[in-house]
Structure formats: structure tokens, C-alpha cells
């Protein structure tokens, strides 16, 4: 079928509106009318060519949420007219799938970053060109996209479904990280690197879990202010004071808990160091393969604890529709990270999140 999607034809390059052909589900494939798609910095980092990849062209997008259209014929999870989330797939066989780890799933580069199934055959094409595809098992910068059976994840149908698109990864991994993580107790204190979606949803999520030490760190005054007015209970401007002093500082030692989901060395190094003995530190931020960092382990031996944090540690079947209660009920408003933007202004959409000037842009179709 022809379809709208926004094309990358070259590293770095712009994300132009183009038509293309997308083919028939198979037996086990869900066809989404794609009604809103979040913007993530892992569809820059994918067009940058900072992810192991094929080349361009590509079609990204890994936030999409919309209505079921078509399913095939092996298909039972859901049927034409359901409402959708769209999360990344796994392969539901290697030894971290049977653990119930799916997103440590052996063969996750196969299904999520191939730019084609798992079995080498394309979804997109422009004529007789190849366009690569199945980012994350979705493409989902596009007006219909195809997932697998295993990656879309079915929501009550009262709710905007472009509000929801941001859940499908990076509201879900900054919640996540805090609650299934991490899992601080009421009382606790965490320190949260980075004010950007995933960051302001980790804040969003220690509200949630009783935190009553919750400490934004940024270079960004806006969005510190922002963090303030989602539940944090002191802020810090990295860019005017030592984050790491200012931290021991506020809470006689350091936080029980940080994370770091900014992508930079310095800034990991910065969240292990305000751990006191026994405390933890996420790792969230994507960085480019190789990327090395710098750790006192005089510190690490005393009982700190650094952990990776892939997708909040999050089952999206289970965890999307808890966040979504919790929104529902007042007590998780991701929705004021969001500013809308029509498809075709993805271009203004992209930049404006690269200059800092939105948190969350999703696209609306």
C-alpha cells in the first residue's frame, strides 16, 4: 500500500516527506494507522549513524501509537480497530526472553536496528529502491506503520492516542528506571542528571514512589524550573555550581539513588560520585558504541552499585497501562512534557528538540 513517511536519504540528513510503498503484514504483523509519534533522541542518534545500522535511506520513529487496521492471520492480541502503543520487539526464544528480560534479548539489534524483518526481507520501498525500514519493529515516522504481534501493546480507547505515543519509550524508560529499577522506598532520595523526557518522567515517577528527596540536575534554568513545578524538591544548574557538592550537601552525604540519562562520561562519573555507601546509580543515556568513562573504584568497592537500565526494565504490556492509570488519576502528568507539531513539520519539530527549546515534540497525523 502507498503511504507518507518521513525519509532520511543520507547520515545527518534531513527528514523529508516523501511517498512510499509498505507491504502486506505477514501472518503475525499488525498494520497501524499511526495517529501521533514522539520525536526521541534515539531517531537523531539512529539518523547520525551513531547506532550500528545500515546506512540510509531509512524511515525511523519508535514512539507510534494509533488504530489497528489490519492484523494477520496468526494474530490474536488484537483486532482491527483497537487502539495501540507501539514498543520495540524481541525475538522470544534466547535465554534472556525465557527469563522475562526481553529487552536484554540476544538477538534485540536483529529485530529493532536490521532495517528489515529478522529475516533480511524489506517492509519499505520507493519503487525499485529499498528504503530501510522496521525501526523498532514500527517505522512509525509515517503514517501507517507495521509491528509485530509482540510490539504493540493495546490501550483503553478514552485517552488521545498521540498523548499516549511518548509512553511506547522514553516516558516508559525514565518511569521505569525509577520503578522497576531501582525501586526506591517512601522517604528515599534520588538524584536525576538530565531534565529532558526521560529525566522529567524518573522525576515524575519518585513522586509516585514517596521520594521525599528529588534533585533535577541540568544546565538548562527552563527546564530546572520546569522539574520544579513535576515534583522536585531542589534543583541544580550544572552549569553554575558543582552538581556533585551541591548534592552531598543537600542531603548530609549524597543520594541514595541517581540517574544519568544524559549520554556523557562526565556526567556519569558526576551521578556515581554523589552516592553514599550502599547507594545506586542508573545508566541511562545512549551513547555510541566504544564510548568509555572514568570511575573512582575506591568508591564502587564501598558498596555503590552502577547499574544499565535498557526501557525502564519495563514489560510494556503490563507497564504501559499502569503509567496510563496513573496519568488518568492526576498522579502522572507526562502530558505537560509535550508540545504537538503536524507531520509535515517534523523538520521544525526535530530542530526546536535539538536547540533545547521543547521536551517532547510528537507529531500528530
Known sequence: ??????????????FNIEQLDLSEPNDDEVLVRIVGVGICHTDLAARDMHLPIPPPPSVFGHEGAGVVEEVGTRVTKVKPGDHVVLAWDYC??????????????????????HGARPDGTTTLRKGDQIIHGSFFCQSSFADFALANERNVVKVREDLPLEVLAPMGCGVMTGAGAVMNSLQPRPGASIAVFGAGNVGLSAVLAAVVCGCTTIIAVDVNADRLEVAKELGATHTVNA???????AIRDMTGGGADFSLECVGNPKVLRQAVDVLPRLGVCGLLGVVPPGTEVALDMDLLMNGRTVKGILGGDAIPDLFIPRLIELYRQGR??????????????IG???????????????LQL
Not at 552549569?239 to 557538592?245: A, F, H, K, L, N
Not at 502522572?332 to 513539520?345: A, K, N
Request: glycine share 6%; with cysteine; hydrophobic share 40%.
Open 348 to 362: 521544525r519539530a526535530v530542530e526546536d528538540m535539538e536547540k533545547g527549546q521543547v521536551i517532547k515534540p510528537v
Open 332 to 345: 502522572f502528568p507526562f502530558d505537560r512534557l509535550i508540545t504537538f507539531y503536524p507531520f509535515d513539520d
Open 92 to 113: 522470544g526464544a534466547c535465554t534472556a526472553c525465557k527469563a522475562g528480560k526481553e529487552l536484554y534479548c540476544l538477538n534485540f539489534f536483529l529485530h529493532n536496528f
Open 239 to 245: 552549569g553554575e555550581v558543582d552538581p556533585v557538592e
Open 1 to 14: 500500500m502507498e503511504i507518507k513517511a518521513a525519509v532520511v536519504s543520507e547520515t545527518s540528513g534531513d
